[in-house]
């Protein structure tokens, strides 16, 4: 199971007080804020205690589906970051075998041809442990082995052949140019993870936001001056790097 960093789970904490809340106390204040509204536009105002209610239950709910959006694209983060590390591995697994046997293709070919060998066939730069320039590298030297091929006995039983080396080492490059393509395939989908992430961040700032910038205006319109403390929005919560007060605790007398 993936281990939520702390700041998710502030911004989590922070929703679940500010829903909780609102469903706590959403009947109550629909009703005060009902009877305000009687007091101001008359009897046949529509702003019921229903109708206040909805409003609250609607902000609590969604809310609640922003957080959820928020939990599961981090899930999905973990899961890609998860994915990436066998199929990297196994990259530089590949790579690894394939700069090792253009050091021996090197030994073998400077042992029977020379310097000049080395030259004609590419041979003569230096290795390199970046797996897509070991790929060209290979690939390049293979080209050159099939462009001048040669086979060579050695008098004391050793023998060089270009078109098994050219072979050998191609086999060996489509394997890692295989494990490349995955690993590029791999790091666009955490890119495109990252991306839905930020998005439902921000849709979860959004709904947090507007949700308790709400819930403050109305306890303060019923005169719930400390829970409106508590449940205003901060930029700190905002950012996760706080989840506040504990929203709890008995309305005013006569709220």
């Known amino acids: 199971m993936t281990t939520l960093g702390e700041q998710l789970q502030n911004r989590i904490r922070v929703s679940e007080k500010v829903i909780a809340s609102a469903r706590t106390h959403g009947p109550k204040i629909a009703a005060i804020l009902a009877d305000y509204a009687v007091t101001i536009e008359g009897p046949g105002t529509p702003a019921t205690a229903e109708a206040f209610k909805a409003v609250i239950y609607a902000a609590a709910n969604g809310l609640e589906h922003a957080t959820k959006g928020m939990r599961e694209t981090e899930h999905t983060v973990a899961a890609e970051k998860a994915d990436d590390v066998p199929v990297r591995q196994k990259r530089e697994e590949a790579c690894s075998e ?7 293709l090197r030994s073998a070919v400077e ?31 293979v080209q050159l082995l099939e462009k001048a091929p040669v086979k060579i006995a050695s008098p004391f039983g ?6 098994v080396a050219a072979a050998t080492l191609s086999a060996k490059a489509a ?19 990252y991306a839905l992430r930020d998005r439902a961040v921000a849709a979860w700032s959004d709904a947090y936001q507007g949700a308790a910038a709400m819930l403050e205006g109305l306890y ?9 403390e508590k449940v205003r929005p901060t930029l700190r919560k905002v950012r996760g790097e706080e989840v506040g007060d504990d929203i709890e605790g008995a309305p005013p007398e006569g709220g």
């Open 98 to 104: 394939v700069g090792g046997l253009l050091v021996r």
């Open 111 to 141: 042992d029977h041809l020379g310097a000049e060998g080395v030259r004609t066939y590419g041979l003569a730069s230096e290795g390199t442990r970046v797996p897509r320039k070991v790929l060209e590298y290979a690939q390049n030297v």
């Open 158 to 163: 050793g023998s060089f052949d270009s078109a």
């Open 175 to 193: 394997i890692l140019a295989g494990f490349i393509v995955d690993d590029d395939r791999e790091a666009r989908e955490l890119e495109d993870a």
């Open 220 to 228: 303060r319109r019923a005169g719930w001056k400390e829970l409106a």
